[in-house]
């Protein structure tokens, strides 16, 4: 499959031909039948690249494989096959430290910030865990840590004393996001993190990403089975079904002119087409390009 290349410079993440699969689970019935295990193909030959900057959209129905593809790039899943290059790092090769360290700049955000968000520490404090795990503090204070971190998602210093019940949706996602960046990531790879949201919300945080890739330069891989918020935020997108990446290209391009029957498909049965049509309302265009349809 070719690689994405339009943003110039070399790219800081290269996945080629990867692939995961996965055993069904058989029954004693199965078992005694002797009826093998099935196997899914959740990952099927998917490559890409990233580059600095870059913010890579993934979409595609449930159950396509944009989780499994999203988790192996940090080998939070095993994959079976294929190659993860980070910059000069084999990604697949690395254990212990080596492979820690891999985390620690490919950061992921979740759909459900109260899973990663432990309910017993306050905002201050979870930031901080992750700011000492990986010594990112440096000579600053605890205090002026957390503090920027907060600044950095929007938030004021003084949510630091805040537990997370404390927050609505859309300020756990900020807070979760805050915790990604206080590991000093280079890339982060954000699985449904704006879907459990209210429209406007989401909005919000599409805007929040956008100016952390310019204030920060990071690459982003947005996981969405929402168009809408991909047109209004993603570079790049892979269309993904049954495992496989079945187009990608340019935003504007994939959503303008789908060449696959698939995408077409995916783009007519969204129920907001006017939605699609314009981005998310609010959300800034990218390269001062409208996406239309
Ligand atoms: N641990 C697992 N064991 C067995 N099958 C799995 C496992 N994880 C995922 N799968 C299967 O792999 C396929 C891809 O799942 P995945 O979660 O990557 O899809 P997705 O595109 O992220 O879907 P969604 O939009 O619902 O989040 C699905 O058929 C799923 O049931
Ligand atoms: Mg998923």
Redesign the pocket.
Known sequence: MSIFGEVPGPPLLSVTGLVKE?S?RRTVGDWLRRVPAKI?R?VDDVSFTLRRGEILGIA??????????ARCITRMIEPDAGEIQFRDINVRAMTGAGLRDVRRRIQMVFQDPYASLNPRLSVGSAILEVGRVHRQIGSQSPKGFVAEQLGNVRLPASFATRRPRDLSGGQRQRVAIARALAAGPEIIIAD?AVSALDVSIQTEIVNLFLDLRDSHGLAIVF?S?QLPVLAGMADHVAI?RA?AVVEHGPTVDVFERPQHPYTVALLEAYPHPDVTKDGMAGAKPRNGKEISR
């Open positions: 996965f069904s899914l959740a595609g129905e449930s159950g396509s494989g944009k989780s499994t593809t449904e996981v089975h993904m495992g």
